[in-house]
């Protein structure tokens, strides 16, 4: 049974910084695909930012430039360098893995909060 455990959320003033940490457990394979969504409250969940087998990244718009995406040496795990932080990026953040491209797995989910 696959498991995705997120850690490192907190509360931060804006400007800010914080890194998540997201380990998959479960899998015999290396995930093609991982990446970090969020959902603030009222809103859809969106895609933050992804990262492939081969380090390939993409981020969205309102975080290109102060979020990076990592993976990490041990097989499956992704991390999340976020910089300058906004209030705007309070949500609930969740790491996502897939085998070929659309999310497979999910984590619980862990809350950032950025006060002004």
């Known amino acids: 049974q696959v498991q995705l455990v997120e850690s490192g959320g907190g509360l931060v003033q804006a400007g800010g910084s914080l890194r998540l940490s997201c380990a998959a457990s479960?899998?015999?394979?290396?995930?093609?695909?991982m990446g970090w969504y969020r959902q603030a409250p009222g809103k859809q969940r969106e895609l933050v930012a992804s990262i492939t087998i081969s380090s390939s990244t993409a981020y969205a718009d309102s975080v290109k430039g102060r979020f990076t995406i990592s993976r990490g040496n041990a097989k499956n795990t992704v991390y999340l360098e976020m910089n300058s932080l906004k209030p705007e990026d309070t949500a609930v953040y969740y790491c996502?893995?897939?085998?070929?491209?659309?999310?497979?797995?999910w984590g619980q989910g862990t809350q950032v909060t950025v006060s002004s």
């Open positions: 479960g899998s015999r394979f290396t995930f093609n695909v």
């Open positions: 996502a893995a897939a085998h070929i491209e659309t999310p497979d797995y």
